[in-house]
């Protein structure tokens, strides 16, 4: 398997701007998780989806932060617009479904790099 | 809430030699997961170990194993043969056992140097 894709690894771009990140979990997976990371606040969870529904937002840090799961093998973390603050690597991980053997385990993509000017 | 915290920010060991990184946890829950994960300097998160609390046996995988600890939450990762490849940064976490939840809740990281 190719495990859990996240595309752009690297983004910069100017305050104001709108920024999408995009994630493929591992095929099979039903639960889709994005954290960030910084040096102040370490790994912090954002938001998870169970069967492409979203289950636990509170960790979204406001209304310019959003995030879609149109379908199993696709999701998108948007920022509009994006300031210096939100300079991190935002990690995509996703985990497979109740009844299979493994199933607490969250397997991570390579993460992206976000550095807002 | 849970928390999760690991006290050494930075340690190092001589290559072949073994070194034990610590972490506690808070926690009223009885069924939950246990895990290390290790961050090298590609900031992949790479899963090391996990265990269950139910089981009382420690586990292990290669040359790294736990030493759990339910009574004291205590958590401990212990690398054998340190290796190289080894140097990066830990993060234990802490999961809930509903298969319903899934938010892990992570350490602030110890940063382990390999020397040659």
């Known amino acids: 398997d190719a495990g859990v894709i996240q595309s752009p690894r690297h983004e910069v771009t100017e305050m104001g701007q709108e920024v999408t990140l995009r994630c493929k979990p591992i095929?099979?997976?039903?639960?889709l998780f994005w954290y960030r990371q910084t040096m102040m606040r370490g790994l912090e969870l954002l938001i998870y989806?169970?069967?492409?529904?979203?289950?636990?937002d509170s960790g979204m840090p406001e209304d310019r932060f959003s995030a879609k799961m149109p379908n199993a093998s696709f999701s998108t973390l948007k920022i509009q617009p994006s300031e210096p603050r939100d300079s991190a690597v935002y990690f995509c991980?996703?985990?497979?479904?109740?009844?299979?053997?493994?199933?607490?385990?969250?397997?991570f993509g390579p993460g992206t790099r976000l550095l807002v000017l | 809430a849970q928390t999760v915290t690991q006290s050494q920010p930075e340690m190092s060991v001589q290559e072949a030699e073994t070194v034990t990184l610590s972490c506690t946890y808070d926690?009223?829950?009885?069924?939950?997961?246990l895990f290390w994960y290790k961050q090298p300097p590609s900031r992949q998160m790479i899963l090391v170990i996990r265990?269950?609390?139910?089981?009382?046996q420690n586990a292990t995988e290669n040359r790294f194993s736990v030493n759990f600890q339910k009574a004291a939450k205590s958590f401990s990762l212990k690398i054998s043969d340190s290796q190289l490849g080894d140097t990066a940064m830990y993060f234990c976490?802490?999961?809930?056992?509903?298969?319903?939840?899934?938010?892990?809740?992570f350490g602030q990281g110890t940063t382990l140097q390999v020397k040659p």
């Open positions: 991980a996703s985990r497979t479904r109740p009844g299979h053997t493994g199933v607490e385990t969250q397997y």
């Open positions: 095929s099979g997976h039903n639960s």
């Open positions: 989806f169970n069967n492409n529904v979203p289950i636990d």
């Open positions: 926690t009223s829950e009885n069924n939950y997961y």
């Open positions: 265990q269950e609390a139910y089981k009382q």
């Open positions: 976490a802490f999961m809930k056992g509903s298969s319903n939840t899934g938010k892990l809740i």
